[in-house]
């Protein structure tokens, strides 16, 4: 007999991406930044680690909020920090959904969803996107009009397009919440400023965004949610009583203050995500015309696990992905399965050497 609960035992449990601890990688398997964050984050870690490590830290991030008030235009009060986004997906998974709700997420995209659901012993299901990557509203009504709790990260992983704002209006659960989790958001060309939240629907829509990607923070774990203040004050319920540390509050805030540090790091990666797209599709590949800081490829000939692994052997990691049930079954994918490359945008040294590793292979 086990002793744990049963969700637990059929878990497989999250795979997050190759971390190598040896130096020599080029690393570009997790989106992170290659660039580092702005000398303010550095001065106020130094300074909170001198002056506030023998005190508890503000259990609602307070002064944290109101700097991002600052910045998005809303009041605090909208505001909850977290331990990293994915501590914001979990904090929305048990503060909205038991054991009968439904949660939903699109397919192929972000897996933690799924994990996250079965973590929980909650109802799930997949809402899968057409060959392009659009939705297809009408396949999917019969679960939206179920779910309690839909997940749509935008721009999307591992595809890297972004939905339009009436198409993420339209698929607000009527009788659930939407949380819109814009991890690369500030990666696109249009990032767009809340909006949703001040419309018709917004009481029933969540923003979780990350300090992990544009404010190159990976390494700390600081994300927050935007959303109304009824839905914070419920999250707040249910959050573990001190989830961020003083160290991470005080460099959220130094970093989010900081903007014009963040704007010229995510002016080079979206340079360098340009001329890495053109590179590819001269090199034979089908490229999704990205919004984040990854591209998504396939080769129409090639094993993407085979240079997947060629790349790997030269100390160059790139992420290779496989989404069983990704596609319709056809003569290209006889088992309906979906697999191709995510390559994270990195500096252009680093971008060069992976190219022209790749160009030797095909």
Aim: net charge neutral; aromatic share 8%; glycine share 6%.
């Amino acid at each position: 007999m086990s002793l744990f609960r049963p969700s637990v035992d059929q878990l497989h449990g999250y795979v997050p991406g190759e971390q190598p601890q040896e130096p020599g990688w080029v690393k570009l398997n997790t989106n992170e930044n290659p660039y580092p964050p702005s000398p303010a984050v550095v001065e106020a870690i130094t300074r909170t680690a001198k002056d506030r490590l023998h005190v508890y830290p503000d259990p609602l991030g307070r002064s944290f909020c109101r700097a991002a008030a600052e910045v998005l235009g809303v009041e605090p009060e909208w505001i909850i920090p977290a331990n990293g986004s994915d501590e914001n997906l979990t904090i929305l998974v048990r503060t909205f959904t038991d054991k009968n709700d439904l949660i939903s997420y699109p397919y192929p995209s972000y897996i933690l969803y799924e994990t996250l659901a079965e973590i929980q012993g909650t109802r799930h299901a997949r809402l899968r996107l057409n060959a392009d990557w659009s939705w297809n509203t009408r396949l999917n009504r019969p679960l939206l009009e179920q779910t309690k709790l839909l997940f749509v990260p935008n721009p999307n992983s591992p595809s890297g397009n972004k939905w339009d704002a009436g198409t993420i209006l339209s698929l607000v659960p009527q009788q659930g919440v939407l949380v819109l989790d814009e991890a690369y958001g500030d990666f696109a060309d249009q990032p767009h400023k809340l909006e949703l939240l001040r419309g018709d629907k917004g009481d029933r829509i969540i923003v979780t965004r990350t300090f992990s990607k544009s404010y190159s923070l990976a390494g700390l774990r600081f994300g927050f949610a935007v959303a109304h203040p009824d839905t914070v004050a419920a999250m707040r319920k249910v959050k573990d009583s001190y989830n961020c540390d003083a160290l991470s509050l005080a460099a959220a805030e130094a970093a989010i203050r900081d903007q014009a540090w963040m704007l010229s790091n995510r002016a080079k990666i979206v340079a360098t995500r340009t001329r890495l797209q053109t590179a590819l599709t001269e090199l034979g590949f089908n490229v999704v015309p990205s919004q984040a800081n990854f591209v998504w490829c396939t080769h129409p000939t090639r094993s993407h696990e085979e240079l997947y692994l060629a790349l790997k052997a030269r100390k160059i990691l790139i992420r290779y992905m496989k989404f069983p049930g990704g596609v319709d079954a056809d003569a290209a994918h006889p088992e309906g399965l979906l697999d191709g490359l995510r390559i994270t945008i990195g500096t252009d040294p680093q971008v060069d050497a992976f190219l022209s590793a790749l160009s030797e292979i095909i």
